[in-house]
């Protein structure tokens, strides 16, 4: 069955560079696309970036700058770079399968503190 | 970005009862609607996708409509394995956006 799995520090220091992995099963990565999604404590949900299934990227405007996407089809993995983090980045990160959102890893809590 | 505005917040009913969740979005999004439980530590999971299309394994209690701007989820009869978050997500156009949920919860 179709599975997408977050991991990465809980804990990561402002400024420093944030690295999460979403680990799939079930489906190939040439197939469909992955995306990751944010939440921040108490807010709502936000749509952080795209790799598509040809392997191009697309990131959120706010967060174009300092966002990085890629994977390794080989190993079912897709990852998300984020560097100079702040406070504000402090959320659960989602990986979450399709345009369309279909399947959701369970999420990883990330905080941004010294 | 397409604003989607969910409503209530937050939501207080009883087993059995009737339960309507909306999502209102700031222009046309055809049927391009999706709707997601969410429970705490858990992932999203999809229950109704493109306004009132059930997804594989959902309890047909659940029920979605609505088109253009104005989307609601239904759920016909409340059982207790439905305390959870609700939200919905518009996929007609770039960047996603989502409504900020309903939080529901027993009376």
């Known amino acids: 069955q179709v599975q997408l799995k977050e991991s990465g520090p809980g804990l990561v220091q402002p400024s420093q560079t944030l690295s999460l992995t979403c680990t799939v099963s079930g489906f190939s990565l040439t197939s469909n696309s992955v995306h990751w999604v944010r939440q921040p404590p108490g807010k709502g949900l936000e749509w952080v970036g795209a790799?598509?299934?040809?392997?191009?990227?697309d990131y959120n405007s706010a967060l174009k700058s300092r966002l990085s996407i890629s994977r390794d089809t080989s190993k079912s993995q897709v990852f998300l770079k984020m560097n100079s983090l702040q406070t504000e980045d402090t959320a659960i990160y989602f990986c979450t399968r399709s345009g369309r959102f279909d399947y959701w890893g369970q999420g990883v809590m990330v905080t941004v503190s010294s | 970005d397409i604003q989607m505005t969910q409503s209530p917040s937050f939501l207080s009913a009883s087993v059995g009862d009737r339960v309507t969740i909306n999502c209102k979005a700031s222009q046309n999004i055809n049927r391009y609607l999706n709707w997601y439980q969410q429970k705490l530590g858990e992932a999203p999971k999809l229950l109704i996708y493109?306004?009132?299309s059930l997804q594989t394994g959902i309890p047909s209690r659940f029920s979605g409509s609505g088109s253009g701007t104005d989307f609601t989820l239904t759920i016909s009869s409340l059982q207790p394995e439905d305390v959870a978050t609700y939200f919905c997500l518009q996929h007609n156009s770039w960047p996603r956006t989502f409504g900020a949920g309903t939080k529901l919860e027993l009376k």
């Open positions: 493109n306004a009132n």
């Open positions: 790799i598509w299934s040809g392997g191009s990227t």
